[in-house]
């Protein structure tokens, strides 16, 4: 996939919420059963809930896309908690179409559209602060090519489908990770497929088959656990 061929169009999920559609590749950047139901379900009650009590977390996401999971993030992350959030997106949507996407008002934040603005605005490949405790860092880069001094608490993994974009569902990606996680790290994600469970286990994940968002039976997590 190239920026040269990049086309994304805004569609409208069956909860309301925006999602795109990428015509050259024939795939939506979320589930049509619900962009905010789907991203909740996955990302946030069976991802960043088990770390809400946490005085400091290290979340990585691997596929930034519209900004939903940040969003849902910054909306439901307990007050009192340092938060550092990385996300990685090689191809940025451009603003302009941004715009154009409803959460804020889906969600009735209409006060707290202007932080999800503020997550897209932020610049790109530095630490910005949105607040005294959620801290931003979006790198536009290949995932492949990601260095970090930090270690993930916590990792949204919300690249396309495996048939759509096999290059990052590959064991070299997820070892690569693995090796970011601390002890005790999750890494969560909406897909189910054996031959992607099969490869996050032969890195050392333990993982497990949870009860999938609407229209999906199943979806992924794994943990990192101590040794």
């Known amino acids: 996939m190239s920026k040269d061929i990049f086309n994304a169009e805004i569609k409208e999920s069956k909860d309301g919420s925006s999602t795109l559609y990428r015509a050259d590749i024939n795939e939506h950047y979320h589930s049509i059963h619900g962009a905010i139901s789907e991203s909740l379900h996955v990302f946030i009650n069976s991802g960043y809930k088990l770390f809400s009590n946490r005085e400091q977390l ?29 996300a990685i997106e090689k191809y940025p949507l451009p603003i302009e179409l941004i715009r154009k996407i409803n959460y804020p008002d889906i969600l009735n934040e209409r006060e707290g559209a202007n932080l999800f603005f503020t997550l897209h605005n932020s610049q790109w490949n530095r630490v910005v602060s949105l607040d005294n405790s959620f801290s931003l860092k979006k790198s536009e880069i290949d995932l492949i090519n990601l260095k970090s001094d930090k270690s993930y608490n916590l990792i949204y993994f919300d690249a396309f489908a495996p048939d759509k974009q096999p290059e990052m569902w590959s064991e070299d990606l997820f070892s690569l990770l693995f090796s970011m996680m601390s002890d005790g790290g999750v890494l969560v994600t909406y897909c189910c497929k054996g031959v992607v469970r099969r490869r996050l286990l032969s890195v050392g994940f333990y993982v497990e088959k949870i009860a999938g968002p609407h229209g999906k039976r199943e979806m992924l997590r794994a943990f990192k656990y101590c040794h």
């Open 58 to 86: 290290s979340i990585l996401e691997v596929g930034f896309g519209t900004g939903l999971n940040a969003y849902l993030t910054l909306l439901n992350k307990n007050e009192s908690q340092a938060l550092f959030y990385h």
